[in-house]
């Protein structure tokens, strides 16, 4: 496959979206807005309230942060 095969491609998938999109009705455009908007919360507002970074808490150096993560993947 060559480069200008591949942009097509690409091409066609983006502009495949991107018109299925505009032909959405109003509720459906909604309904993306309401999903996009709780991806945000899940994502963005969850883990920086509940998903402290616990390694830089308990361990100063990055060589000690990578012996305590190695010891656990390699003993459990």
């Given at each position: 496959?060559?480069?200008?095969?591949?942009?097509?491609?690409?091409?066609r998938i983006w502009h495949f979206?991107?018109?299925?999109?505009?032909?959405?009705?109003?509720?459906?455009?909604?309904?993306?807005?309401?999903?996009?908007?709780?991806?945000?919360?899940?994502?963005?507002?969850?883990?920086?309230?509940?998903?402290?970074?616990?390694?830089?808490?308990?361990?100063?150096?990055?060589?000690?942060?990578?012996?305590?993560?190695?010891?656990?993947?390699?003993?459990?």
């Amino acid at each position: 496959m060559s480069v200008n095969s591949e942009q097509s491609v690409l091409n066609r998938i983006w502009h495949f979206y991107i018109d299925g999109f505009k032909d959405l009705p109003a509720w459906g455009r909604n309904v993306w807005i309401i999903i996009i908007i709780k991806l945000f919360i899940l994502f963005a507002v969850i883990r920086l309230f509940f998903m402290p970074d616990v390694l830089k808490k308990n361990f100063k150096t990055d060589e000690q942060r990578s012996r305590h993560v190695l010891e656990n993947l390699t003993t459990k």
